[in-house]
């Protein structure tokens, strides 16, 4: 009871979520749209040649930060789990490779923070990284 208790409290005075994801849908998405991303937020994707680009936005549970988690997939669809997936329902967190947006490499993580309700400075880094997921698009293949 008073975890639960000191977790609604500390809730309060955490950064907007809300917020943020005003921020990316303004300045973000938009971008994402112009380079032939399809979807509706979180989840986003494209194929570009034989490739299904997959792109998903998930947030911290704790507030003042998300990931940018990004994946090939086949467009086709992909058997998981015993059961067949079509493009529609593929997530990057279904696959073993996967990038994180702003990692230094595929072992690393990354996290953009808003920890302070300055929303500007992630969106401003998750655009400046997309160069970076188009890059890792193009030179990794369909994720088993």
């Known amino acids: 009871m008073l975890r639960e208790s000191f977790a609604k409290k ?5 950064p907007s979520r809300e917020n943020m994801i005003s921020e990316i849908k303004e300045k973000v998405i938009p971008l994402l749209k112009t380079i ?8 986003f994707r ?32 992909t058997e998981k789990f015993t059961e067949f997936l079509p493009a529609s329902k593929m997530r990057p967190y279904l696959f073993l490779y996967r990038f994180r947006l702003g990692a230094v490499d595929i072992n690393s993580d990354h996290w953009y923070r808003y920890d302070d309700d300055n929303y500007e400075p992630a969106t401003s880094e998750v655009i400046k990284n997309i160069p970076i997921a188009e890059r890792w698009f193009e030179e990794n293949e369909v994720s088993p």
Do not use: V
């Open 36 to 43: 032939g991303f399809k979807g509706s937020f979180p989840h």
């Open 10 to 14: 500390q809730y309060c005075f955490m």
């Open 46 to 77: 494209r194929i570009k040649g034989t490739k299904l680009n997959l792109l998903t936005f998930q947030f911290d549970k704790w507030g003042g930060g998300f990931c940018i988690e990004i994946a090939n997939g086949n467009p086709d669809g």
